[in-house]
C-alpha cells in the first residue's frame, strides 16, 4: 500500500497554525476557570471587638479587600500591620467560610484609655516638672492616652532618674494599674522617696599646687553652701547630691587647673561612697539622720605652662595680626589660662561677625616647649565667605509702618553684614517701647546664600496696644494720697508719636499735663516734643516735726508757726529738641526751654519769713516777692542710653550730663549742673553673666546749684532728698541741713491766772490783749546746694510682674556755699526795723524796748550745727509688682537707716554767735513788763520758743508706695 503525500501551499499552513492558536487557547482559559472555581474570594470582612477605634481605621490598614482572592501570605501581612499599629493589645485573624465565599473575622481588643495618672509619695518634685521631663525623654505617658506597659516602666525610669538628681538615690517605685470599666485605666506611681542624700566630703588626690579650698570654689552644682572667700563659714550648709552635675564639675576642676597653667591637668573619674551622716546636729542636738555621699576626685596636675605666643594662619581678610593678637586679653610670657584663651575667640568670632564673616571658625593648636616650660597658641583661622546684607524684612507690624523700624536699624541693604550692629539696632528698637522684648536668637531670622555671598534678614516683632488708657492711685512721699487717669497713644499713626494726657490729684499734690513729641522729623532723627502742665506741690513739715524735733505732731500754735508749710503752684510749658551725635548712635544733644509761672503760699510764719526775705528776686521783697515767679530756663543735655528697656532693664547703661541755665528773661538767675550714671547688669548668683537671671542695678548722681548777678538761688529749687525715689528710708524732702531762720513772733501778755492783760482795762470784753513781740530763730530745713547720691539693687524676678529687691541707698546733701543763704538787703531791714519786747505798757500801748538792730539777727541764714554734711543711708528689701494698666510698680519695702541724723544741737555760744545758737538766747526778761504778768509771759515764751531741738530721723521705716527709684 502506497501513501501518497500531498504539499500545501503558503496559506494552507498559516491557516492550519491560527486554528492550532485558537484551540490552545480555549484549552487555558477553561482550565483557569476551572481554577476559579477551586479558590474561593473575599467576600466579608467583619471587625469585631473595637471600641474607640472606628471600624473605617481598621479596614485601611488591611492590605486585603472584599472581592480579592482568599491568600493566607496577604493575611499574615494584614495582621502584622494592625499589630505594628500599637492600638491592641490583642488581635486575632480567622476565616468562615460562606456559600457566597471567604468571611474574614477580624477580633480586636484594644488597648485600654489612661484616664487618670497619679503619682502619690511625690514631694520633691513638682508634677509640671515631671511632665516636662516626660515629654524631653519622650516618654509618652499622658492622660487619654493607650495605655503601654513598655510607656509606664520608661515613665519610672525617669522618675527614679529624676529623684536621684534631687539626692532621693534609694527611691522605690511600684506601680499600680487599676481598671475602670469598660475599657480605661487608672495608672498609680506609689513612690516612696527615701532619705535625701547629701553630699558629704569632698576630698581630692594629687593636688600638689593647687589646695583643696581653691579647688571646691571652683565647683558649682556640689560645693557646699556657705561664705565665699572664708576660712570658717565655707561649708555650712550640704548641698544635695546630683550624679549628673558630678561631671560637670570635674570638668570646672580641670578648667581652674588650666587657668593657673596647668595645660594637661587631668581628673579622672571621681570615686563616690555612700554612707550615714552619723554626728549630732547642732539645732536639735540630736543624732543626724540621712545619708551622705563623699566624693575622691584623683588629679593629674602635670607641669605648668607660660604662654609662649599666639600666632595665626589662614587670615586673609585681615592681615594684620596685631589687630588680631589685641582680641587676646593676656599677654605674652604670662601664665596660661584657658578661661582668657576661650574669650580672646569669642572676641576673634565677634571682630569676623562685625566684618561680614557669619561663618568663621578658629582651631588653636598648642605647640609645647618642655625645656622653657611654655605653651604657644597657632591659631589657624578658617575665614569663610563674607556676607553682604540682601534683603531686610519685618513680620507682625501691622499698626508700625517699614520705615519706622528701618530707620532705627544699624544696618541697611547692601551693606556688609555686621553681627553687632544687628544687635544694637534691636537694642534700639527694644527702647522705643513699641514691641515686645526682641531678642536676636529668637525674633530673627537669617537665611544665607552661600553662592551670592548674601543673607536675608527676617526679623519677627509683636506689637504692643499703641493705646493706653489707665487709672492709676495709691501712696507716694512725694504725691501723698492721689488718684489720677491717663492717656497715651505711643506709634501715633504708626510713625512713631507719643501723645499723652495725665491727671493726678492727691492731698499732698495735683498734676495735669499734655505732652506731644515726634521722634523724626522730614525723616531725619530730630526729636521734637512739647509739654504743657499745671501742677500744684504742698510742703508742710509738720507732719515730720516728729523726726526732726522728738516731738508729737500735735504741735501748739506757736511752734507751726516755726516750721516749714507752704505749697507752690506753677503752670508753664516745655519745649525740647535733641538729636544724635552721629546716624544711629546711642548718644544725644538734646535742648530743652522751660517757661514757667509760679506762685507760692506760705501758711507759717516761718515760711513767710524765708521766703520773703531770702535774695532769690532782685529787687521784690515781701509778700509781693512770692507771687509772679517766673523762670525761664534753658537746659543742655548729652545721654549716652543702652539700657535695654525703661521699666524692666536687665543690661546697659546711662550717662547723663545736664547744664541748667535760667536768666533769659524771667526774674530767676541761677545755674546748675548735674551729672548720673546708671548701669544695669544680668547676674547669676554674684557672678555677672549675660544669661542670669537676677538683675544688679547701679546709679550715681552729683548736683550742684548757684545763683548769680546778686541772687541765690529759689529756696523751693534747692536740694532736698529723701523719699522713695532718693534715700528709701528717709520721709520727702526730710534728709536736708537744717538752719536757724530769723524770724518776728508776737505772744499775748498773760496772768498767772491764765487771762491776758486787755488792751484796754476799762472794757476787757473786747479780748484785745497786749502782744509781745519776740526776736526767734526758727529751725527749717534750709536744704542743699550740692547732692550726692548713689542707689544700688540686687533684684530677683520671682514670677510674672513680681520681684524682690534688696538695696543700699545712700545719699548726703551739703550746704557748701553760705552766700546761697543770704537774706536781700529789703528782707533782713524789715527784720531788724521794728522794735522788739514791751517793757513798758501805757494805757493799753506796748512800749517797745530792743530795737531790731540791737537784736543780732545775722544776714545768713546758717546751718544748724552738727546737720549740715550729715550722710543717710538706708538698706532693706522691697516686693514690687508692675500692674498692666497702670504701668507702674505698686511697691512695697522696709528700709533701716544705719546713717541719719540723731542728735541735739549745740546752744551755746555757736557758730552764730554769742546767744544765738538757739532761738531761746534772744529771749530775755527785760523784754518783759515787770511784775507777774511779765513773769508768767517770759516763761511761758521759753516754754515754746526756746525748747532745745532734738533731731531724731526714724531708725526703720515700712511704706507702701506707687513710684520707681531709677
Not at 512695697?892 to 537707716?897: F, M, V
Amino acid at each position: 500500500m502506497k501513501i501518497k503525500h500531498t504539499s500545501l501551499n503558503g496559506q494552507s499552513r498559516l491557516a492550519s497554525r491560527f486554528a492550532r492558536t485558537i484551540l490552545l487557547l480555549l484549552m487555558v482559559f477553561t482550565s483557569v476557570a476551572a481554577l476559579a472555581q477551586q479558590t474561593p474570594t473575599i467576600n466579608q470582612i467583619r471587625v469585631i471587638g473595637n471600641r474607640r477605634i472606628p471600624r473605617e481605621t481598621v479596614l485601611a490598614r488591611l492590605f486585603t479587600h472584599v472581592g480579592d482572592t482568599y491568600d493566607p501570605v496577604s493575611i499574615e501581612r494584614d495582621f502584622n500591620s494592625l499589630w505594628n499599629t500599637g492600638y491592641f493589645e490583642n488581635l486575632r485573624i480567622e476565616r468562615e467560610d460562606s456559600e457566597k465565599g471567604i468571611i474574614l473575622n477580624v477580633y480586636v481588643t484594644e488597648k485600654p484609655t489612661i484616664r487618670e495618672i497619679n503619682y502619690p509619695g511625690l514631694n520633691t518634685v513638682s508634677q509640671s516638672d515631671l511632665l516636662d521631663r516626660f515629654k524631653k525623654e519622650k516618654v509618652g505617658l499622658t492622660q487619654e492616652g493607650q495605655y503601654d506597659p513598655t510607656k509606664v516602666k520608661h515613665a519610672e525610669a525617669v522618675i527614679r532618674e529624676v529623684l536621684a538628681e534631687h539626692g532621693h538615690q534609694f527611691a522605690t517605685i511600684k506601680t499600680l494599674v487599676k481598671t475602670i470599666p469598660p475599657a480605661s485605666v487608672q495608672v498609680n506611681f506609689n513612690i516612696k522617696e527615701g532619705p535625701t542624700v547629701k553630699v558629704g566630703q569632698i576630698r581630692f588626690a594629687g593636688n600638689q599646687h593647687i589646695s583643696n579650698l581653691l579647688l571646691r570654689r571652683a565647683m558649682v552644682n556640689l560645693k557646699p553652701v556657705g561664705i565665699p572667700y572664708s576660712l570658717i563659714f565655707e561649708n555650712l550648709f550640704a548641698k544635695t547630691f546630683d550624679s549628673t552635675k558630678l561631671e560637670e564639675d570635674s570638668e570646672r576642676v580641670r578648667q581652674a587647673y588650666r587657668d593657673k597653667g596647668y595645660y594637661n591637668a587631668a581628673v579622672e573619674e571621681p570615686k563616690t561612697q555612700i554612707r550615714d551622716q552619723g554626728g549630732l546636729n547642732w539645732f536639735t542636738f540630736r543624732p543626724n539622720k540621712g545619708k551622705r555621699i563623699d566624693i575622691l576626685m584623683p588629679i593629674e596636675e602635670g607641669a605648668r605652662y607660660r604662654l609662649g605666643a599666639i600666632t595665626f594662619t589662614g587670615n586673609k581678610a585681615v592681615s594684620n595680626e596685631k589687630a588680631l593678637r589685641a582680641t587676646f586679653g593676656i599677654k605674652d610670657g604670662d601664665w596660661f589660662s584657658a578661661t582668657l584663651i576661650s574669650k580672646g575667640l569669642d572676641n576673634l568670632k565677634k571682630a569676623y561677625g562685625q566684618l561680614g564673616y557669619i561663618n568663621f571658625g578658629a582651631i588653636p593648636k598648642p605647640i609645647f616647649d618642655d625645656q622653657k616650660k611654655t605653651v604657644s597658641l597657632e591659631i589657624d583661622i578658617d575665614e569663610g565667605k563674607q556676607f553682604f546684607v540682601s534683603r531686610i524684612e519685618f513680620q507682625g507690624n501691622t499698626i508700625t509702618r517699614d520705615r519706622v523700624i528701618r530707620r532705627e536699624l544699624m544696618l541697611d541693604e547692601g551693606q556688609v553684614y555686621n553681627s553687632q550692629a544687628w544687635e544694637y539696632s534691636l537694642l534700639r528698637l527694644n527702647q522705643l517701647e513699641y514691641f515686645e522684648a526682641l531678642k536676636v536668637d529668637q525674633d530673627t531670622e537669617a537665611h544665607q546664600d552661600p553662592d551670592a555671598g548674601t543673607v536675608d534678614l527676617l526679623l519677627k516683632v509683636k506689637e504692643k496696644g499703641k493705646n493706653s488708657i489707665g487709672l492709676n492711685g495709691g501712696v507716694s512721699g512725694l504725691s501723698g494720697a492721689f488718684l489720677g487717669i491717663n492717656y497715651q497713644t505711643n506709634n501715633f499713626l504708626g510713625l512713631g508719636e507719643t501723645l499723652s494726657v495725665q491727671g493726678n490729684l492727691g492731698n499732698v499734690s495735683r498734676q495735669f499735663l499734655f505732652g506731644f513729641s515726634q521722634p523724626y522729623v522730614h525723616n531725619r532723627p530730630l526729636n521734637v516734643g512739647f509739654q504743657i502742665f499745671n501742677q500744684k506741690q504742698d510742703f508742710n513739715a509738720a507732719k515730720n516735726y516728729q523726726a526732726t524735733t522728738g516731738q508729737a505732731v500735735n504741735l501748739t500754735a506757736a511752734q507751726q508757726n516755726l516750721t516749714q508749710n507752704y505749697n507752690q503752684a506753677s503752670t508753664g510749658l516745655n519745649f525740647s529738641v535733641s538729636y544724635p551725635l552721629k546716624r544711629h548712635a546711642f548718644q544725644r544733644l538734646g535742648f530743652t526751654y522751660s517757661l514757667t509761672r509760679s506762685s507760692i503760699t506760705a501758711f507759717s510764719s516761718a515760711s513767710q519769713t524765708f521766703f520773703q526775705t531770702i535774695s532769690f528776686r532782685s529787687g521784690i521783697q515781701g509778700s509781693n516777692s512770692l507771687n509772679g515767679i517766673i523762670n525761664s530756663e534753658a537746659s543742655f543735655t548729652y545721654i549716652y542710653n543702652t539700657v535695654n528697656n525703661p521699666l524692666r532693664p536687665r543690661s546697659g547703661k546711662e550717662y547723663t550730663a545736664v547744664f541748667q541755665f535760667s536768666g533769659i528773661g524771667g526774674n530767676l538767675r541761677y545755674i546748675s549742673p548735674f551729672l548720673a550714671y546708671k548701669s544695669f547688669r544680668s547676674m547669676h548668683y554674684l557672678t555677672p553673666n549675660p544669661n542670669g537671671h537676677n538683675i544688679l542695678g547701679l546709679r550715681a548722681q552729683l548736683g550742684y546749684i548757684q545763683g548769680f548777678g546778686g541772687d541765690v538761688a529759689p529756696p523751693n529749687n534747692r536740694f532736698y532728698s529723701g523719699g522713695e525715689s532718693e534715700i528709701r528710708g528717709f520721709d520727702v524732702r526730710g534728709a536736708t541741713p537744717y538752719g536757724y531762720v530769723p524770724n518776728r513772733v508776737n505772744v499775748q501778755l498773760t496772768n498767772p491766772d491764765g487771762s491776758c492783760v486787755p488792751r484796754d482795762p476799762n472794757n476787757p470784753q473786747l479780748n484785745q490783749c497786749i502782744q509781745v513781740p519776740l526776736p526767734v530763730y526758727g529751725i527749717a530745713s534750709i536744704g542743699g546746694d550740692t547732692q550726692f547720691t548713689s542707689n544700688a539693687e540686687y533684684r530677683i524676678p520671682i514670677a510674672g510682674p513680681v520681684m524682690i529687691s534688696f538695696f543700699d541707698d545712700f545719699g548726703i546733701d551739703m550746704a557748701l556755699n553760705k552766700d546761697q543763704l543770704k537774706q536781700s538787703p529789703e528782707g533782713f531791714a524789715s527784720l531788724l526795723a521794728p522794735l522788739y519786747g514791751c517793757p513798758v505798757y501805757n494805757n493799753g500801748a506796748c512800749q517797745g524796748g530792743i530795737s531790731g538792730s540791737k537784736v543780732g539777727f545775722l544776714r545768713d541764714i546758717r546751718p544748724v550745727s552738727g546737720t549740715n554734711f550729715v550722710p543717710r543711708m538706708s538698706l532693706g528689701a522691697e516686693i514690687s509688682v508692675i500692674m498692666p494698666i497702670v504701668n507702674a510698680p505698686f511697691r512695697l519695702y522696709y528700709a533701716y537707716n544705719p546713717l541719719r541724723l540723731y542728735e541735739r544741737p549745740f546752744c551755746n555760744n555757736g557758730p552764730l554767735g554769742i546767744n544765738q545758737s538757739c532761738s531761746a538766747q534772744l529771749i530775755t526778761r527785760d523784754l518783759f513788763p515787770p511784775g507777774g504778768a511779765g513773769d508768767y509771759t517770759y516763761q511761758q515764751a521759753l516754754q515754746a520758743f526756746g525748747a532745745r531741738n532734738l533731731f531724731r530721723e526714724p531708725r526703720k521705716t515700712f511704706r507702701l508706695t506707687v513710684s520707681t527709684t531709677f
